[in-house]
């Protein structure tokens, strides 16, 4: 089967870097055509940086383009508590030798998806603010003839976990969101009504910290920071939403969802970044959907597909130390 094109847009950050080691282990699957990275839980260099160490050390050969630094319209506010300092936890990888390539993320992108050939199409995994993704659609609206489907994960249809309201991607970048909800691409929203059900237990994380498979190893330790560093500490368990968009390309009927009518609060007030709509059925109809929104997930089959995926990634010679 042809493999499914596809760019990836993210801000690493641990669950993007288990989202990253679940592409290199799907690469029978998905043609990655690049990584661009968007400032979100940590500055636009460190998130770069990450990509292009943590695609060195899952052994991806796979051009990564900086993207936007800021926010369409507010300063951007980093997520440490769950990410750390660097954007990974307490790892520290090998450094890549690698650099980003010479182009800002959007024209690269552009670049990418305009020399795909007749007819051809990509899919956009974007699991950071959706910055770079907004200014593409806004400023080469003729990109969107070769946009398959953009999967992001971000929104909430229940409640936010930065403010009650809002959810981390959607509260850095509303007017991104906005943009991207009704640029008229086929969306996947993957908000935290079903990332919340995509997790990894402290014991499986426990054990993937003792594994003696270094890409196993390292996403467990990334993981374990978010989860003894946050809230999660009392659950027992914490989210991998980036993973959401991915492993619904591969595993859809893990998922289930539904079409809705959405918009994102541009407000300055307490519903900053707040998802609005939604669909009633003796209302509205499915073509006036403009994006398809997930809503659960088989929690022990991510599991047990995301786990799977860590250890299936060779990736590079084990790091000492890690
Ligand atoms: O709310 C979760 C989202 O915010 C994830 O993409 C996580 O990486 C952070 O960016
Ligand atoms: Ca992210």
Same mark, same amino acid.
């Given at each position: 089967?042809?493999?499914?094109?596809?760019?990836? @847009?993210?801000?690493?950050?641990? @669950?993007?870097?288990?989202?990253?080691?679940?592409?290199?282990?799907?690469?029978?699957?998905?043609?990655?055509?690049?990584?661009?990275?968007?400032?979100?839980?940590?500055?636009?260099?460190?998130?770069?940086?990450?990509?292009?160490?943590?695609?060195?050390?899952?052994?991806?050969?796979?051009?990564?383009?900086?993207?936007?630094?800021?926010?369409?319209?507010?300063?951007?506010?980093?997520?440490?508590?769950?990410?750390?300092?660097?954007?990974?936890?307490?790892?520290?990888?090998?450094?890549?030798?690698?650099?980003?390539?010479?182009?800002?993320?959007?024209?690269?992108?552009?670049?990418?998806?305009?020399?795909?050939?007749?007819?051809?199409?990509?899919?956009?995994?974007?699991?950071?603010?959706?910055?770079?993704?907004?200014?593409?659609?806004?400023?080469?609206?003729?990109?969107?003839?070769?946009?398959?489907?953009?999967?992001?994960?971000?929104g909430s249809l229940?409640g936010g976990?930065v403010t009650e309201a809002a959810e981390?991607?959607f509260y850095?970048?509303p007017?991104?969101a906005?943009?991207?909800?009704?640029?008229?691409?086929?969306?996947?929203?993957?908000?935290?009504?079903?990332?919340?059900?995509?997790?990894?237990?402290?014991?499986?994380?426990?054990?993937?910290?003792?594994?003696?498979?270094?890409?196993?190893?390292?996403?467990? @330790?990334?993981?374990?920071?978010?989860?003894?560093?946050?809230?999660?500490?009392?659950?027992?368990?914490?989210?991998?939403?980036?993973?959401?968009?991915?492993?619904?390309?591969?595993?859809?009927?893990?998922?289930?969802?539904?079409?809705?009518?959405l918009d994102a609060d541009c407000s300055?007030g307490p519903a900053r970044g707040a998802v609005l709509g939604?669909?009633?059925?003796?209302?509205?109809?499915?073509?006036?959907?403009?994006?398809?929104?997930?809503?659960?997930?088989?929690?022990?089959?991510?599991?047990?597909?995301?786990?799977?995926?860590?250890?299936?990634?060779?990736?590079?010679?084990?790091?000492?130390?890690?």
């Amino acid at each position: 089967m042809e493999k499914r094109k596809l760019i990836i @847009d993210c801000d690493p950050g641990v @669950d993007d870097a288990l989202m990253l080691a679940y592409a290199a282990a799907h690469r029978d699957e998905f043609d990655i055509l690049a990584v661009t990275t968007v400032s979100g839980n940590q500055d636009i260099e460190k998130v770069t940086r990450n990509a292009l160490d943590l695609l060195s050390f899952y052994g991806m050969d796979v051009p990564v383009a900086k993207g936007m630094g800021e926010p369409l319209v507010k300063k951007s506010q980093y997520a440490p508590e769950t990410h750390g300092e660097s954007g990974l936890g307490a790892c520290v990888l090998p450094r890549s030798s690698g650099n980003p390539v010479d182009e800002n993320a959007v024209l690269f992108i552009r670049r990418i998806l305009m020399g795909l050939k007749e007819g051809e199409k990509a899919d956009i995994a974007a699991t950071g603010p959706l910055t770079n993704i907004a200014l593409v659609l806004k400023l080469f609206p003729e990109v969107k003839e070769k946009i398959r489907e953009i999967l992001f994960m971000g929104g909430s249809l229940s409640g936010g976990n930065v403010t009650e309201a809002a959810e981390f991607n959607f509260y850095t970048d509303p007017e991104a969101a906005k943009i991207v909800l009704h640029a008229g691409v086929p969306l996947i929203m993957c908000g935290l009504d079903v990332t919340e059900k995509c997790t990894l237990t402290r014991g499986q994380i426990l054990k993937l910290c003792q594994s003696g498979h270094p890409v196993a190893r390292v996403c467990g @330790d990334m993981a374990g920071f978010s989860l003894e560093n946050t809230s999660d500490k009392y659950r027992g368990e914490t989210s991998m939403h980036d993973v959401a968009p991915l492993m619904y390309m591969t595993h859809p009927e893990i998922f289930k969802g539904g079409f809705h009518i959405l918009d994102a609060d541009c407000s300055e007030g307490p519903a900053r970044g707040a998802v609005l709509g939604g669909f009633r059925w003796w209302r509205n109809e499915e073509t006036e959907a403009n994006v398809f929104a997930l809503t659960d997930a088989d929690t022990a089959k991510f599991q047990e597909y995301l786990i799977a995926a860590l250890y299936s990634v060779g990736g590079a010679a084990d790091p000492s130390g890690l």
